[in-house]
Structures are given as C-alpha cells and as structure tokens.
C-alpha cells in the first residue's frame, strides 16, 4: 500500500480485484486471505472508542461523586473529544498514523487528559462561589493556576520524550509514543486555557449554597476522616516510617520474583508452524512432513474448539491453512522475517475464528505434533510485538583461522561443545524444542582417487565424477518433442542396480581420453563418512547455534535463568576466554534483548530524572550526567579511594579547545 492511504479502502479494492478474478478462475480454486490487516485495524479502532467511552463515563461519574455538580461533569465530559480532536489534527502534520502503538498511547492518555480541565474547571467554580462575575470567574479560574498547570503538564512531558532516545527495533516501534503523548499533553493544557473557560462561562453557575470553609470541611465528611488520619500519622511518624520501609522491602522482594518478558505477545487470529528436517532430505519429505502436520492441526483444533473458543453453531474454529514448501513464505507479518528457499523448510500459516482461542491452542498442538510427525523439529510460532527471533539462542564460535588443516579439528570441537551444552539445556524444565542450526551430520558416500593408478589406465577425476553422477542421478543425452511439451531425456542405472549407495563399488568408469572402462574400485576406494551439509559463520569464525524454545507457559528468561544457575551451566568458556583456540559462548536471543532495553530505559529513567544545565569550558551549552561508580569495563582510578565522578556531555556542537567530551573533569587523566 502507499503512503498517507487509508488500509480500509486499499483492503476494499483488493476484495473487488478478487472478485473479479474469481469468476475467471476454475471453482474448485480457493481464494483466501492468510492476513487480513483491514481487519486487524478495525478491531484496535474499535477498542479505542470503547475506551473513550468508558473514560467519558468514568469521567462524570467521579466528577460527579466528587464536585456534585452534574455542570462541571458536563464540562469534563466536552473536554476530552475536543482534546482528542486537536490530538489527531496534530498528528496527522506531524506524519504519524493510527496504528497499534498510538492508539494505545491514545488510551493511556486519556487518563491523564483530564487532570488540567479539572484543576481549571475546579478554579472556575471556586471563582463563582467567591462571588465573582461569570466572564471574571471563567478568565480568572484558570489564569490563577496557570503556572502550576503548565509545569505539571510539562512534568508529564519530559517523562515520556526520552523514549524517543530508544534505538534499534525497540525506539523504531515505540517512536510514536512520546510524540502522540506530547501533542496530547499539549493540547490538553491549551483546551484548559481556552475551551474550559469558555464553556464554563456558559455552562457554570453560582452556587445556590454557600460553600463550607476549609475548617469546617475539615471537622467533616472525607476531609475530617483524612485530615484526622494525617494527624495520627504525623504523631507516630517513626512507626508508620517502619511500616513504609517494610512495604518498599516487600515490594523489592516481588518485584525480584517477577518474570521477565521482552515484549508480550500479539494476540491474533493467526500462528505458524517452523519445520525443519535434515540438510539432505529432498523436497517430497519436506511436502510428507508438512501434510502430517497439516493433519494433527486440524485434529487439535476440532478436538478442542469446544473448550477454548466461544461456541458458535455452524461455525468452525479453523478458518484455514496454508503452507509453503521448500522455503518461507512472504511476509504476513511485520516481525517474521521469511526463511530462505532451501529443500528441508516448510512453515504452515494457521488461521482461526477466534483469536482469543490461539494461546490456548499452542500447547496442545506443540505436544502432539512432538508426538505424532517424528524425524522433523516442528515449533508452533505465536505471533509476537517487536520480537526476538529466537527466544534463546547460545552461540558458540571458534576461532581457529581459515587454515584447511585445522577445519575438520574445529567443526568437531563445535560439535562436542554444542552437544554438551544441548545436554546441559535439556535438563531444564519448560523446554519444547532443541535443535542447532547445523543440523546433524549427513551421511555420505566419499570416492577417494588413487592419482597413479588413474594416470596409468587414462582416467581423470572429472571421468569419475562424470560416471558416478550419471549411474546415480542420471545425465541428459536428448530431449523428446511432444507437441509443446520438451520431455528431457536421462540415462541412468536401472532402479534395482542403484537402489543402494554400495552398489557404486560395481560401477564403471569411462575415460573420456580413450575408448576403455575400468571398475571404479581399481581406481579409487569407497568409504562412507558423515559430514556437515550446512556452516554458518559469525565475524567469519565458524559458529553454531543451539535454539532452545520454551513450552507455552513458560518464558525464555526462565529457562535461561535455571540454566545459569545450574553447576552445569558454567561448564562452557565464556565470551572473551583468553586461548586463541578455544571456541567462546555468547548468549543472545532473549539475554541480549533485554540486556540492551536495560540499558536504554536506565538511560531513558535517567534522563527523565535528572537533567542539569552546564557550560563547558569553550563556552558551548550541554547537559551533563552524572554516573557515580566506576565505568563498565574499568577499574577505579589510581589515587582515589572512591571512584571519580564520570561526565557525559551531549555537546550542541563539537569539542573544539579545552577538554573533550566525556572526559573525567579530575586529575585522573580518564
């Protein structure tokens, strides 16, 4: 779709192309949508007006409860919509669109749109019940509090921009976040000065009753009830101080127990199924496994549609399936990244009617297709918010050179170590699929050449190559002309003569010098070995992957975590190990992800904090940090018992005389 489109309206003109196309099509063909973004955009739309529905309702009733005046509740009520409405007018200069991250920006703010039109329509009222004129009251209300109110709105302000601080996937996705709650913030205060005015000086009245004062609101209702409490507060201080020092303690101590989760995931009407087979299987077990698994889906989903999905007659669960063989399909989803085209890949795209019912169909669906589709790794994939491609991930690299004498000896110890910490994974509870991104070994049939004998009878290596590539596979002599069709003609063994790899011993090679045969065994010797059909590489060092996903329930900071603490665990070298020959552990996936938002939401929470204006030494404006501690990777300073305070400056412009930025501002020479 282009940009500044409408999704409703592109996603009406491709149901209008498929209708026109399907009366041209054969009737047994089936036309579907496998992701249907129109539909996804309505929904969040839908749930937005629901929430601000029930915000203005919300709204009036505390208004209500709290003023007891259904005047200042109407006023509050007008507020947001006209808030709402600059809000998107604002936005749409600003190039952002309604999508999944503002609209849900747009329901937090609701709840904070409303503080200012309270605190100018309760000025209002307050001037009205002072005796001051309408046009007075409704100037005066909010002028009174103006300060107070655009320091509590810039407050609001500077909490959220700092995400915009955020980088990689992470900042992309939550770059509209801040932004829409800035020109929320924004508009709030300027409906606060303008509008509430003006519709309290037609919708407010005097009051018929004179108000209490502050002493006598104090000596009843609500107010006596507090005030009398803060008063027993102050009065044993040192034991409701206790009492909150144990309420922090055991807040720390849940929050420590609390799991840990990069992002949540997306609740959607559709999940994937990952199957991988060996590196040589050929494409038609690839086609058997995906139609095994194509056959338990539909199994577990009928089996349980009446247990986790709201029952509807005439309805089934399953919507549909469709499967792409021999490599990923395109993508369907913003995070999914498609799968390279490659013979032992298959991934099944599951639909169903109902998308409250698609986490609870993955674990049933994981445990019987474990069960019931032996020889493949199957993972059944929820669609996920911003995710990690893989939930854990542990890399192992060597760092032999390129050297081929040393190429066997390094993939084998890869090997050894991935197979013993695959073993050290295993024993962790919550895990539903182990695999390594190499793949077993494959079988395979080595002819090694004797270079003299083959010399002395006049057969080369391309002579063999040739002879045993035809006996096999077959080698095009021709092709046959039938009608338009071009049927290529191959000449190959009979089936019973190479329906085994060891009936290559018999066959015979022929020279392409001179008319003679040989048997291949008087020229070379056949062996067979195993030997690694796939090698990736990580900064041009060998490197294997061990992906471990978790069972459904059960999070990868779970697993991760009981797999550290294990003795097991610290078996591995870690990243940094000082042999140049020994392979070093990394720990991506979920570890790095939530390592780095760690790091860029401390960065963010302290930005947001504190801040400090300062002036370097060349005269040039910044803000500076202080981080008392020492540097990551550092060691403290030599002369200092405690470590120096470190300065990070964000210059306007370059350092030019004087000290660079970040420099240590002591003698420390840092």
Same mark, same amino acid.
């Given at each position: 779709?282009?940009?500044?489109?409408?999704?409703?309206?592109?996603?009406?003109?491709?149901?209008?192309?498929?209708?026109?196309?399907?009366?041209?099509?054969?009737?047994?063909?089936?036309?579907? +949508?496998?992701?249907?973004?129109?539909?996804?955009?309505?929904?969040?739309?839908?749930?937005?007006?629901?929430?601000?529905?029930?915000?203005?309702?919300?709204?009036?009733?505390? @208004?209500?409860?709290?003023?007891?005046?259904?005047?200042?509740?109407?006023?509050?009520?007008?507020?947001?919509?006209?808030?709402?409405?600059?809000?998107?007018?604002?936005?749409?200069?600003?190039?952002?669109?309604?999508?999944?991250?503002?609209?849900?920006?747009?329901?937090?703010?609701?709840?904070?749109?409303? $503080? *200012?039109?309270?605190?100018?329509?309760?000025?209002?009222?307050?001037?009205?019940?002072?005796?001051?004129?309408?046009?007075?009251? /409704?100037?005066?209300?909010?002028?009174?509090?103006?300060?107070?109110?655009?320091?509590?709105?810039?407050?609001?302000?500077?909490?959220?921009?700092?995400?915009?601080?955020?980088?990689?996937?992470?900042?992309?996705?939550?770059?509209?976040?801040?932004?829409?709650?800035?020109?929320?913030?924004?508009?709030?205060?300027?409906?606060?000065?303008?509008? *509430?005015?003006?519709?309290?000086?037609?919708?407010?009245?005097?009051?018929?009753?004179?108000?209490?004062?502050?002493?006598?609101?104090?000596?009843?209702?609500?107010?006596?009830?507090?005030?009398?409490?803060?008063?027993?507060?102050?009065?044993?201080?040192?034991?409701?101080?206790?009492?909150?020092?144990?309420?922090?303690?055991?807040?720390?101590?849940?929050?420590?127990?609390?799991?840990?989760?990069?992002?949540?995931?997306?609740?959607?009407?559709?999940?994937?199924?990952?199957?991988?087979?060996?590196?040589?299987?050929?494409?038609?077990?690839?086609?058997?496994?995906?139609?095994?698994?194509?056959?338990?889906?539909?199994? *577990?989903?009928?089996?349980?549609?009446?247990?986790?999905?709201?029952?509807?007659?005439?309805?089934?669960?399953?919507?549909?399936?469709?499967?792409?063989?021999?490599?990923?399909? !395109?993508?369907?989803?913003?995070?999914?990244?498609?799968?390279?085209?490659?013979?032992?890949?298959?991934?099944?795209?599951?639909?169903?009617?109902?998308?409250? /019912?698609?986490?609870?169909?993955?674990?049933?669906?994981?445990?019987?297709?474990?069960?019931?589709?032996?020889?493949?790794?199957?993972? =059944?994939?929820?669609?996920?918010?911003?995710?990690?491609?893989?939930?854990?991930?542990?890399?192992?690299?060597?760092?032999?050179?390129? $050297?081929?004498?040393?190429?066997?000896?390094?993939?084998?110890?890869?090997?050894?170590?991935? @197979?013993?910490?695959?073993?050290?994974?295993?024993? &962790?509870?919550?895990?539903?699929?182990?695999?390594?991104?190499?793949?077993?070994?494959?079988?395979?049939?080595?002819?090694?050449?004797?270079?003299?004998?083959?010399?002395?009878?006049?057969?080369?290596?391309? $002579?063999?190559?040739?002879? &045993?590539?035809?006996?096999?596979?077959?080698?095009?002599?021709?092709?046959?002309?039938?009608?338009?069709?071009?049927? !290529?003609?191959?000449? #190959?063994?009979?089936?019973? $003569?190479? /329906?085994?790899?060891?009936?290559?011993? @018999?066959?015979?090679?022929?020279?392409?010098?001179?008319?003679?045969?040989?048997?291949?065994?008087?020229?070379?010797? *056949?062996?067979?070995?195993?030997?690694?059909?796939?090698?990736?590489?990580?900064? +041009?060092?060998?490197?294997?992957?061990?992906?471990?996903? !978790?069972?459904?329930?059960?999070?990868?900071?779970?697993?991760?975590?009981?797999?550290?603490?294990?003795?097991?665990?610290?078996?591995?070298?870690?990243?940094?190990?000082?042999?140049?020959?020994?392979?070093?552990?990394?720990?991506?996936?979920?570890?790095?992800?939530?390592?780095?938002?760690?790091?860029?939401?401390?960065? =963010?929470?302290?930005?947001?904090?504190?801040?400090?204006?300062?002036?370097?030494?060349?005269?040039? +404006?910044?803000?500076?940090?202080? =981080? +008392?501690?020492?540097?990551?990777?550092?060691?403290?300073?030599?002369?200092?018992?405690?470590?120096?305070?470190?300065?990070?400056?964000?210059? #306007?412009?370059?350092?030019?005389?004087?000290?660079?930025?970040?420099?240590?501002? @002591?003698?420390?020479?840092?």
């Amino acid at each position: 779709m282009r940009d500044q489109r409408q999704i409703a309206t592109f996603g009406q003109s491709v149901d209008q192309k498929l209708a026109q196309l399907r009366k041209i099509l054969p009737p047994d063909l089936i036309i579907a +949508h496998t992701s249907d973004q129109p539909l996804q955009v309505k929904e969040n739309i839908h749930l937005f007006l629901r929430a601000l529905y029930e915000a203005i309702i919300l709204v009036v009733i505390v @208004s209500l409860i709290g003023f007891w005046e259904w005047r200042l509740a109407l006023i509050m009520a007008l507020a947001i919509p006209i808030t709402l409405g600059m809000t998107f007018g604002v936005s749409y200069m600003l190039g952002i669109d309604l999508q999944q991250v503002s609209v849900a920006t747009l329901i937090i703010a609701l709840g904070l749109l409303v $503080d *200012v039109p309270v605190v100018a329509g309760d000025g209002i009222k307050r001037g009205l019940a002072a005796g001051l004129p309408r046009d007075i009251a /409704a100037w005066l209300g909010p002028t009174k509090l103006a300060t107070a109110i655009f320091f509590a709105t810039l407050t609001n302000i500077i909490a959220y921009l700092p995400f915009l601080m955020l980088t990689g996937n992470t900042g992309e996705f939550l770059r509209s976040l801040p932004i829409v709650m800035t020109a929320a913030l924004l508009c709030a205060l300027v409906v606060a000065m303008t509008f *509430v005015p003006l519709l309290g000086y037609y919708i407010q009245r005097p009051p018929k009753k004179k108000e209490l004062t502050v002493e006598e609101k104090r000596q009843r209702g609500f107010y006596g009830f507090y005030n009398r409490l803060v008063g027993r507060a102050i009065q044993h201080r040192w034991l409701v101080l206790a009492g909150s020092v144990l309420f922090l303690l055991a807040g720390g101590f849940i929050a420590s127990h609390l799991k840990q989760q990069f992002f949540p995931e997306d609740v959607q009407y559709w999940f994937y199924l990952d199957i991988w087979l060996p590196n040589d299987v050929p494409l038609a077990a690839t086609s058997d496994a995906a139609v095994r698994a194509e056959h338990v889906v539909r199994q *577990v989903v009928e089996d349980s549609a009446k247990t986790v999905a709201k029952e509807e007659s005439g309805k089934h669960l399953l919507t549909s399936m469709t499967s792409f063989i021999g490599g990923g399909g !395109p993508r369907f989803w913003f995070s999914i990244s498609p799968e390279a085209a490659q013979t032992n890949y298959a991934q099944v795209i599951v639909q169903v009617r109902d998308k409250e /019912a698609t986490p609870k169909l993955i674990g049933p669906l994981q445990a019987a297709l474990n069960k019931q589709v032996p020889g493949a790794w199957i993972t =059944v994939r929820q669609l996920q918010t911003n995710p990690v491609e893989t939930p854990v991930e542990i890399l192992i690299s060597g760092q032999a050179d390129t $050297d081929p004498r040393t190429e066997s000896q390094d993939i084998q110890t890869l090997r050894t170590l991935a @197979s013993q910490a695959m073993n050290i994974v295993r024993q &962790s509870s919550g895990v539903a699929v182990l695999r390594d991104d190499w793949a077993p070994d494959s079988p395979q049939v080595e002819i090694e050449i004797d270079p003299d004998r083959a010399n002395l009878v006049g057969i080369t290596n391309a $002579d063999v190559a040739n002879s &045993s590539a035809a006996a096999i596979s077959g080698a095009s002599v021709g092709t046959f002309k039938e009608g338009d069709k071009s049927i !290529p003609i191959v000449a #190959r063994l009979r089936p019973q $003569d190479r /329906a085994q790899l060891s009936q290559i011993k @018999s066959l015979y090679v022929y020279s392409s010098r001179q008319d003679t045969r040989v048997p291949l065994l008087s020229v070379a010797s *056949v062996r067979n070995i195993l030997e690694t059909g796939r090698i990736r590489r990580r900064e +041009h060092f060998r490197t294997i992957s061990i992906l471990c996903f !978790p069972a459904p329930g059960v999070l990868a900071s779970e697993v991760l975590g009981r797999w550290r603490e294990s003795e097991a665990g610290r078996r591995i070298p870690e990243s940094g190990c000082r042999s140049p020959n020994l392979p070093r552990r990394h720990l991506p996936g979920l570890a790095r992800a939530i390592q780095e938002c760690r790091q860029a939401l401390a960065c =963010v929470c302290g930005r947001s904090l504190r801040s400090d204006r300062s002036v370097d030494r060349s005269g040039h +404006h910044g803000y500076a940090f202080r =981080v +008392h501690g020492i540097p990551w990777g550092g060691q403290p300073h030599r002369g200092h018992r405690q470590p120096c305070d470190r300065f990070v400056r964000l210059h #306007r412009g370059d350092a030019r005389k004087g000290r660079a930025a970040g420099a240590c501002p @002591s003698r420390c020479r840092n």
